[in-house]
């Protein structure tokens, strides 16, 4: 599974949208990108998956460049509890591996 | 979505004893589960990747005497850390798919140990 590249850490206002970045430059073909979260001291948690389009759920958005060899999660409109750590991660199976990730600090 | 429990959420255990953590797909059978290991403030560690019915297949570096793990049956992974030492502190984070076909995974709530 290919690699990623993450911020280790930052600062959001709530309210305000939090972008969060992530390089995967070595990303193949059948490799979807995926994000995840964890909350201090949970299980991870699911937010959003894609292969190649943009895309959009309750949680957050993706977007994907056209070489695939980045991406941006959005969480529109950031709240205190979104303060966690988030989670880059590539792969074409099932089996997650997870790398550093992005923590995250909503501040009021 | 669907759920996944962990039992215990907390154990505490003395040096040298054994110490079972239970894993379960609460509402679908989850053909494949993985383990994972997460030391504080570090990311989480793949340990193995169990298929019920089969004998788990370990992370390189990860004792499978040590840890030992049992998928009996599509809802019931066990993770048994044997002969347990402080070092072995940690949180421990079960998660289950569908399988292969299925891009969606889902994780426990984490189990911590602390061995003294």
């Known amino acids: 599974d290919a690699k990623t590249t993450q911020p280790p850490s930052m600062d959001c206002a709530e309210g305000r949208a939090a972008n969060l970045p992530c390089n995967h430059s070595?990303?193949?073909?059948?490799?979807?990108v995926y994000w995840y979260r964890q909350i201090h001291s949970q299980g991870p948690q699911y937010i959003i998956h894609g292969l190649k389009n943009n895309e959009t759920n309750e949680m957050a958005s993706l977007i994907i460049t056209e070489d695939r060899k980045s991406s941006t999660l959005i969480l529109p409109h950031a709240t205190l509890r979104d303060t966690a750590v988030y989670y880059c991660i590539v792969r074409a199976g099932f089996k997650t591996i997870f790398g550093a990730g992005t923590r995250l600090f909503v501040k009021a | 979505g669907a759920v996944v429990s962990q039992h215990p959420s907390r154990v505490i255990c003395k040096s040298g004893t054994s110490v079972k953590i239970e894993c379960r797909s609460l509402?679908?059978?989850?053909?494949?589960m993985f383990w994972y290991r997460q030391f504080p403030k570090q990311s989480l560690m793949l340990m193995a990747t169990s298929n019920e019915g089969s004998k788990a297949t370990y992370e390189q570096g990860v004792e499978k005497d040590k840890f030992l793990i049992n998928h009996a049956s599509l809802t019931l992974s066990t993770l048994t850390v044997t002969s347990a030492h402080p070092e072995d502190s940690s949180f421990y984070i079960c998660s289950a798919t569908l399988g292969e076909d299925s891009y969606e995974q889902y994780f426990g709530p984490g189990t911590r140990l602390t061995v003294t």
């Open positions: 070595t990303i193949s073909g059948n490799e979807y």
């Open positions: 509402d679908f059978q989850a053909t494949t």
